[in-house]
T-cell receptor
Framework: EAQVTQNPRYLITVTGKKLTVTCSQN?????MSWYRQDPGLGLRQIYY???????DKGDVPEGYKVSRKEKRNFPLILESPSPNQTSLYFC????????????FGPGTRLTVL | SQQGEEDPQALSIQEGENATMNCSYK?????LQWYRQNSGRGLVHLIL?????REKHSGRLRVTLDTSKKSSSLLITASRAADTASYFC???????????FGIGTKLQVIP
């Protein structure tokens, strides 16, 4: 089954404790992206990747890092989480560009205390 | 950055009625897409309309695009309770590398 998986689905952590949210897709898509969703603000793009070892900042990259060492994986790293990073995070993948149909993961609800 | 704006932000209708949602954007686009999100879950792609298209259909969905007014509408005909969800428009620009999402329309279909 074609899918995007994220782990963990729920995470409660404390300020400053490094964490990684994993994302994996099995569709051989070149493009992958991370979004955060906050009430009243919709989805905002954090980082995106056009292929292995090629990443770029989205609209809200501060406080986040990403890497793309393999085509299928695109982890999101919060090296020193802060309470304003409490949000619902989505990973997505697509073929032929981010402007094409994107397949979304189930989301990771992160709370930073 | 460019962002689509959906209107209305919330809509409540009876089952069987039609639901219309609108999206406005600010600059030229390559295409516009509509996505659905069921309560806190991942978004699901519904339909994509290119900048040189004016109307597109998919099942009970009808999407129109007016590039002169920089707006799009999503019509869901004969709505069902299962259509209850949030609907987002997403605009793609800049050679398909950039896409921005609106804040969504929350649709409630009452059985």
């Amino acid at each position: 089954e074609a899918q995007v998986t994220q782990n963990p689905r729920y995470l409660i952590t404390v300020t400053g404790k490094k964490l990684t949210v994993t994302c994996s897709q099995n569709m051989n898509h070149e493009y992958m992206s991370w979004y955060r969703q906050d009430p009243g603000l919709g989805l905002r793009q954090i980082y995106y990747s056009m292929n292995v070892e090629v990443t770029d900042k989205g609209d809200v990259p501060e406080g986040y890092k990403v890497s793309r060492k393999e085509k299928r994986n695109f982890p999101l790293i919060l090296e020193s989480p802060s309470p304003n990073q409490t949000s619902l995070y989505f990973c997505a993948s697509s073929s032929g560009g981010l402007g094409n149909e994107q397949f979304f993961g189930p989301g990771t609800r992160l709370t930073v205390l | 950055s460019q962002q689509g704006e959906e209107d209305p932000q919330a809509l409540s209708i009876q089952e069987g009625e039609n639901a219309t949602m609108n999206c406005s954007y600010k600059t030229s686009i390559n295409n516009l897409q509509w996505y659905r999100q069921n309560s806190g879950r991942g978004l699901v792609h519904l339909i994509l309309i290119r900048s040189n298209e004016r109307e597109k259909h998919s099942g009970r969905l009808r999407v129109t695009l007016d590039t002169s007014k920089k707006s799009s509408s999503l019509l869901i005909t004969a709505s069902r309770a299962a259509d209850t969800a949030s609907y987002f428009c997403a605009t793609a620009f800049g050679g398909y590398q950039k896409v921005t999402f609106g804040i969504g329309t929350k649709l409630q279909v009452i059985p």
